[in-house]
């Protein structure tokens, strides 16, 4: 029924920029977040985003370099991500929920994960 597909990750160097993008189908949208995973590190708060486009709320490790937002008419919200660290890489995964949040367990429905690789 309820279905999240992220796409857009990939290998990119230091410095470099990338897009990621999540796209839900069959629920009602009201809040979208982006969450990363790094290996033997806990999933970490990246951004959230009202399906309105307004407001939309970054993390601090993030503010200023990443970019959360709605993408068009469809159910889907976009991650740019500019000024890329080695230390951004991880799995990046977005998540459904009623509510705007920055605490993973508030979130009931996720997506696959996309990977993304910074070289340096």
């Known amino acids: 029924q309820v279905q999240l597909v992220e796409s857009g990750g990939g290998l990119v160097q230091a410095g470099g920029s990338l897009r990621i993008s999540c796209t839900a189908s069959g629920l009602a949208v009201r809040s979208v977040g982006w969450f990363r995973q790094a290996p033997g590190k806990e999933r970490e708060f990246v951004a959230h985003i009202h399906w309105s486009g307004s407001p939309a709320y970054h993390a601090n490790s993030v503010k200023g370099r990443f970019a959360i937002s709605r993408d068009n008419a469809e159910n889907s919200v976009s991650l740019q991500m500019n000024s890329l660290k080695p230390e951004d890489t991880a799995v990046y995964s977005c998540?459904?929920?009623?509510?705007?949040?920055?605490?993973?367990?508030?979130?009931?429905?996720w997506g696959q994960g996309t990977q993304v690789t910074v070289s340096s």
């Open positions: 998540a459904i929920g009623w509510t705007a949040s920055s605490r993973p367990s508030d979130y009931d429905w």
